[in-house]
């Protein structure tokens, strides 16, 4: 249900774009990843109130938006640093407030070297 996009290896200091197209609006969409050996963390998310939330490590450098049809998000990740390295999952749920994280995708490969 959820189709993500882009990723690759990047050096450090350099950018990225993830897309993820959901198969219908869903009201809360957002971005995790896991790194090895690592919890998965939240990295950002837009909420059914089109309020938007990153977690602190990201503020500044990515930037999560949606497509005018509202069913596409993205991620785009500037100044990044080797650190960011992990597998981005876009994840989405049926609540406005993000309570259930239901849907997810498959995952997409994020390399940074430094």
């Known amino acids: 249900q959820l189709v993500e996009s882009g990723g690759g290896s990047v050096q450090a200091g350099g950018s990225l774009r993830l897309s993820c197209t959901a198969s219908q609006y869903i009201a809360c969409m957002g971005w995790f990843r896991q790194s090895p050996g690592k919890e998965r963390e939240e990295v950002a998310r837009f909420d059914g109130y089109g309020q938007t939330n990153y977690t602190d490590s990201v503020k500044d450098r990515f930037s999560i938006s949606k497509g005018s049809a509202k069913s596409t998000l993205y991620l785009q990740m500037d100044r990044l640093k080797p650190e960011d390295t992990a597998m981005y999952y876009c994840?989405?749920?049926?609540?406005?407030?993000?309570?259930?994280?239901?849907?997810w995708g498959q995952g997409a490969q994020v390399s940074v070297a430094s």
């Open positions: 994840a989405a749920g049926p609540y406005l407030d993000c309570r259930d994280w239901r849907y």
